[in-house]
Every structure is written in C-alpha cells, then in structure tokens.
C-alpha cells in the first residue's frame, strides 16, 4: 500500500516499474521498484495496470499491489494493482 511518486514504463510489451512514497513497502526490493512485467500479468491487464498507476499518481491516491517478493534485495514483481482511498 502506497502512493506512487514514479511511473516508468521499460518494456516494449507494456513492461513498467513504480516507486512509492517513503515509508514504502518497497524499501527491501531491488531499486524499490515494483516491476510489471508481461511474465506475471496478462496483456490486458497488464493495460489495466498501467492506466491505473497512471490515474493514482495523477490524482495522488493510494494504490495496493500485490508482488511476488523475494529476499531482501531481489526483485518484485507485481501481479495485480487496485486504488484505495
């Protein structure tokens, strides 16, 4: 749960990362990032996704993420993301 302070879109499938706001539930991936990648979203979704990020660091609202997280350090990759108010 966070709000997003960077959209980056990295991937000519529709690939992105996004960061959040410190404190973040990130601070113990690679980068902080949470990568969207197409190995773990569906292509449509993966739209879906996107234009959610877009809507929340635009409108400055909180977003939920669920990722795949590793140990410390490694990364994370996003399955889903939803807005919160």
């Known amino acids: 749960l966070g709000t997003i302070n960077r959209v980056w879109p990295n991937a000519q499938d529709g690939g992105f990362i996004i960061t959040f706001s410190a404190p973040s539930s990130?601070?113990?991936?690679?980068?902080?990032?949470?990568?969207?990648k197409s190995e773990y979203i569906q292509p449509d979704l993966m739209k879906?996704?996107?234009?959610?990020?877009?809507?929340?660091?635009?409108?400055?609202s909180k977003v939920g993420v669920v990722?795949?997280?590793?140990?410390?350090?490694?990364?994370?990759?996003?399955?889903s993301i939803d807005l919160r108010k």
């Open 26 to 36: 990130l601070e113990d991936c690679k980068h902080t990032y949470a990568y969207f």
């Open 48 to 60: 879906n996704a996107f234009s959610v990020a877009l809507s929340a660091f635009h409108s400055g």
């Open 67 to 79: 990722i795949d997280k590793g140990p410390a350090g490694e990364y994370c990759f996003a399955t």
